[in-house]
């Protein structure tokens, strides 16, 4: 268990991808910050499975992540509970679909406060911790689209196209300090973030709920198959390894061929 005795905070964890990250390092032995929005006592639940089931502590950081300074103490708060933040996993994130004219102000702001400027407020907060102990582990959920577009996604492929640049530059920062800074881009996985687009999808292009699945999203995946939140966790569990210290500043694509078009 490489993780034991470490400390992972991963935003955006109380749902899809972010809940299977955090799972999969509170089972190899760290104790995890989970984060994001929700039920209470479904959170609480989780919360407290994650513990018995993993042996490990779990904190749950109620911080919302359009709020730079509830993203700067959430970080503060784990390296007082836990006395360290090793992996700082970036994964929350929205998503709103439209075309750029019909595009709302404040849907556009709110996606790139969440899937873009609270990456920089939490990793510019980790970082001197992370330093100090030299070593650490930034794991930012990009997306395909962090490499290349699609209509009426302005917004997310902005912030998305962001984060690649944040995490190549954090990288070249902090490479001399044993602490790797990358970028995981997913094609589509079914989660509920996919799952919510689907109307807006269907209304921007005039299709139905099928169509959208076969016509949109898989039809950029040459493998037809949704990518699992289980392949990601994989990835990110190997990042967090020894094995991986030299893997930094890349861009690593899990999307079913998507990107080799
Ligand atoms: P999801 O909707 O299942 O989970 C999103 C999480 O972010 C939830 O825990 C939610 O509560 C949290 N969140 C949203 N707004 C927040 C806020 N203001 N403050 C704190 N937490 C907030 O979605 P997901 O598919 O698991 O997405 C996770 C990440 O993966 C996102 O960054 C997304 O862009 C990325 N991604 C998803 C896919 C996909 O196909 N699902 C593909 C590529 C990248």
Redesign the pocket.
């Given at each position: 268990m490489s993780l034991q005795s470490k400390v992972a905070v991963v935003?955006?964890?109380?749902?899809?991808?972010?809940?299977a990250l955090a799972r999969t390092f509170a089972k190899d032995g760290a104790n995890v910050v989970i984060?994001?929005?929700?039920d209470a006592a479904a959170i609480e639940k989780e919360r407290a499975g994650i513990e018995s089931e993993f042996g490990v502590k779990c904190l749950y950081s109620p911080?919302?992540?359009?709020k730079g300074e509830q993203v700067t103490e959430m970080i503060r708060t784990a390296e007082k509970q836990f006395g360290r933040v090793d992996v700082l996993v970036n994964?929350?994130?929205?998503?709103h679909v439209a075309p750029i004219e019909d595009f709302p102000d404040d849907k556009f702001e709110a996606i790139i406060r969440?899937?873009l400027l609270?990456a920089f407020y939490a990793t510019k907060a980790a970082v001197p911790g992370m330093k100090a102990r030299g070593w650490g582990r930034i794991i930012n959920?990009?997306?395909?689209?962090a490499l290349v577009a699609s209509p009426f996604k302005s917004a997310?492929v902005a912030a998305?196209h962001g984060i690649a640049g944040l995490t190549k530059t954090v990288a070249l920062e902090v490479a001399t300090h044993h602490i790797t800074a990358n970028a995981i881009?997913?094609?589509?996985?079914?989660?509920?973030?996919?799952e919510?687009q689907i109307p807006d999808t269907m209304k921007a292009r005039n299709m139905t709920k099928e169509q959208v699945i076969s016509d949109v999203l898989l039809e950029a995946q040459p493998t037809k198959e949704?990518?699992t939140?289980d392949q990601i966790s994989a990835l990110a569990l190997f990042l967090t390894s020894d094995a991986a210290a030299s893997i930094t500043g890349a861009m690593l694509s899990i999307d079913g061929g998507w990107t080799a078009h």
């Open positions: 935003t955006g964890s109380t749902s899809g991808i972010g809940l984060n994001g929005f929700g911080a919302d992540m359009s994964n929350a994130g929205i998503q969440i899937n609270a959920t990009a997306s395909a689209h997310y998305k881009c997913p094609g589509y996985v079914w989660t509920p973030l996919v919510h949704f990518v939140v």
